[in-house]
Structures are given as C-alpha cells and as structure tokens.
C-alpha cells in the first residue's frame, strides 16, 4: 500500500502546479506496461482536445521510446490541425526519463512549446 500511496502524493504534488486552459492545454502522460497514451485536456471546460496512443501509429517501430516518440510527433501533428501550438507538460508521478521523455522530445520536434 505505500508505494501506491507515494505514487498518488506524486501525482497531486505534480497536477497541483499544473493546470490547463483553453489557450495553453496540458499534455497529460500515461503508460501501461505495454502502450504510452498521451492527450491534450482543458481543465477549464474538462474537456479532453485531441488524444492519441500507440494504437493510432501507422508504423511498427521497434523499441517502446522509439514508439513514445513517434506518439509524441502525431499528438503535436494533431494539436497544430486544432490550432494549439504551446502546452503545459504533465507527466503525473513518473520521472522524467525513458518513455516520458520521448513523448515530450516528439512533442518538441513535431511543433508544440511548452
């Protein structure tokens, strides 16, 4: 039970900074053992903008930060059709490190400011 505790203490120490809006969402992370699941949301209206996952990549990549990468590409892909070009990065209660930064590394390199 302690470590789902601290996980939880993580995550509400890292959402209390961060809020989204309509002008600047947040880019909120999560990952399974086996996918990565990133997603703009507006915390004003608790609407979620534009979500996307590995099951929505055309290409079989090999290696889970390269697939987290390409997942970050389609959701700044995604995001600039819908006019949104700055974001608040969430990343909940995982480090940032492996699969996290390859999502924000993608984000990065397919257009999107945080």
Known sequence: MRK?????????RV???IRGT????????????RLVYAQLINDDARK??????????KEKLTGKSARAKA?????????ID???????????????????SSIAQGAREGGLEF
């Open 71 to 79: 997942v970050g590409v389609l959701l700044a892909k995604k995001a």
């Open 4 to 12: 789902l505790d601290n996980k939880i203490k993580r995550e509400i």
């Open 82 to 100: 819908k006019k949104i070009k700055k974001v608040v990065f969430d990343r909940g209660s995982y480090s940032y490190h492996g699969r996290i």
């Open 15 to 17: 959402r209390s900074k």
């Open 48 to 57: 979620t903008i534009v979500g996307v996952s590995e099951k929505h990549l």
């Open 22 to 33: 309509k002008d600047r969402p947040r880019l909120s992370v999560f990952k399974s053992n």
